[in-house]
């Protein structure tokens, strides 16, 4: 059971107003550079959770882990996005198309 969670999140309120914040759960400014990566990267109304085993030697290369992890997520993130953009995109021009018609 994973009992070791680094934590980011930002999201954008009804007014506009951006909000965001990290809990590294012990792992040394880990959640920090999820955040990071989530501004570079502008994703937005996402938490970011990477959980591991507390206890687990994983030593020095335990940051590297996380951050690879949460990479990992962001890119998921953005090409399931970019792929259900395509195809909405794709969906709303062959309706345009039919009404044309």
């Given at each position: 059971?994973?009992?070791?969670?680094?934590?980011?999140?930002?999201?954008?309120?009804?007014?506009?107003?951006?909000h965001e914040g990290s809990d590294d759960d012990g792992e040394s400014s880990a959640a920090l550079e999820i955040l990071k990566q989530m501004r570079d990267r502008k994703v937005d109304n996402v938490v970011v959770v990477v959980s591991r085993k507390f206890g687990q030697k994983l030593g020095p290369k335990s940051f590297s882990y996380?951050?690879?992890?949460?990479k990992s997520a962001?890119?998921?993130?953005?090409?399931?996005?970019?792929?259900?953009l395509t195809k909405f995109d794709t969906e709303t021009n062959t309706v345009k198309h039919a009404l044309r018609e």
């Open positions: 059971m994973c009992t070791h969670n680094t934590v980011a999140y930002r999201f954008t309120d009804k007014d506009k107003k951006q996380i951050k690879n992890a949460a962001i890119d998921k993130l953005i090409y399931n996005f970019k792929r259900k």
